[in-house]
Structure formats: C-alpha cells, structure tokens
C-alpha cells in the first residue's frame, strides 16, 4: 500500500537547516496497524505529515497505492488525501463555527457528494462513536473526549483507506483514551489501515508493529520492527 524509499526532510532557514527525516524505508501493508513511538523531535509527526501527503520530502520516493506521490501535482494531492486517507489529531482540530454535525460533513462535502448521502452517512458514523445527540453542538460545548470522538468520525466518513492518527490520546484522560484506542481497533479490525504516532508504551502496545525513531530515523533493532504480532481476523 505504502513504501518510503530513502526519504529524508530538512527544514532550511537563512542561518539554520534541520533534517527531521533520514533515510527512512518503511513499508505498509493494506490493514496494517502500525505506531510509531519515539522522544518529542525525532520526526515522528514529520513522517506522519509526508505520509499524509500534507508535506513532502526533501528527497527520496514515496508511493502510495501504486502512484509515485512526488510526481503528483497539488491538485491530484489533494484529491489523493481527501479520497484516501482521514486525519486524527492531537488537538482536534474542529472547526469552533460548525456544529458536530457539520465537521464531520465537511470531507463529504469536499468529495461532492450528494446531500441525501451525506445525511446518511454522517449519522451512521456519529452512532458509531455514540454522538448523535450531540449532533448539533458546536465543538465548544464538548468535552474532550467527545471533541476527539468527533475527529475520529471526521477522519472515517469518507471511508478513506488510511487513517493517520498524531497522539490521539495526548490531551485526553485515561478513560476516554482507552475509548479512543478501542475505536482504532474497531476500524483496524474493520480492514482499515491505522498509522498512529504515540507517546504511550501501552497504546503502542496495542498496534501489529511498533518501531521507534530517534534523530529522524528508526531505530536499528530487527530491522526497525520492535513488536510485530499477527492478529486473527474473522473472515
């Protein structure tokens, strides 16, 4: 589904230059679930934003579904990221002017579709999270968990075969963080692939694969992989 060929990002200014990528190889399956752990500043969140396809290396090669995403233009990015892959932040990112209703819409809307489906479809998904009586709430009135829950069903309304997920559960408490992971796990389970940045030695632990990076690259410990467990799935 996804390979990084000896991708590496440096960030120039005037007087600095940053390489938050190295080299980084990394290959991911259809109906993966991977995390990446790691101190603050080894790259973690820069890898998940060129997979993302929000930014792009400074060198190297990243394929996505078969298509060389550097030779892609902005236009057929963007459509590659609102057809294919759903965003969970840490810090939400709701838009505070919608009601929940309405940001979990909005990538439906995006992709053109019909009215009468996107109703549809945008309760289908807030009754999975367990949020629509909160339908028409606006994120402010949430509390955080909730506000989360809403950016999980943001980021699955579209189907997208890709969820990239920056520490989910980093401003949320031990209660709705495991509700969060169990969401994951459902979508994981479910057949979608599930890319996750985390802090949390037990989130982690939750994922096929796990590998660590440090200075911009994985960590050298069989080859990269710290845990790779093979989960059984009902056909």
């Known amino acids: 589904m996804i390979q990084l060929r000896d991708v590496t990002k440096i960030y120039r200014t005037q007087t600095v230059e940053t390489r ?6 990394l290959d991911i399956e259809q109906s993966d679930f991977i995390a ?23 060198s190297g090669e990243y ?5 060389h995403v550097g ?5 057929e990015l963007a459509s590659m990221r609102n057809r294919h892959i759903g965003f969970i932040f840490q810090g939400f990112n709701l838009v505070e002017d919608l009601t929940v209703f309405e940001n979990v819409e909005l990538p439906l809307r995006y992709l053109g ?19 629509v009586s909160r339908e028409m709430h606006k994120p402010a009135h949430l509390s955080g968990g909730q506000q989360q829950r809403v950016a999980v069903a943001r980021a ?14 980093g401003n949320l408490d031990s209660k709705n963080g495991e509700e969060i992971m169990s969401l994951l796990e459902a979508l994981h389970s479910a057949g979608t692939t599930v890319l996750m940045v985390t802090h949390s030695a037990a989130h982690a632990s939750r994922a096929r694969k796990v590998y660590a990076m440090t200075d911009g690259e994985f960590a050298p410990a069989s080859g990269s992989v710290l845990r790779n467990i093979q989960v059984s799935r009902r056909s």
Do not use: Q, W, Y
Request: aromatic letters at 2%; one cysteine or more.
């Open 71 to 75: 030779r892609l233009s902005e236009r």
């Open 113 to 131: 579709m019909p009215r009468g489906r996107r109703r549809f479809r945008v309760r289908e998904v807030l009754e999975a999270v367990d949020l």
């Open 36 to 58: 990446i752990t790691g101190p603050s500043g080894c790259g973690k969140s820069t890898l998940l934003n060129v997979v993302g396809m929000i930014d792009s290396p400074t």
């Open 63 to 67: 394929t996505f579904l078969g298509d």
């Open 156 to 169: 699955v309304v579209g189907d997208p075969a890709l969820i990239v997920a920056d520490e989910p559960t």
């Open 20 to 25: 938050a990528l190295s080299h980084v190889n």
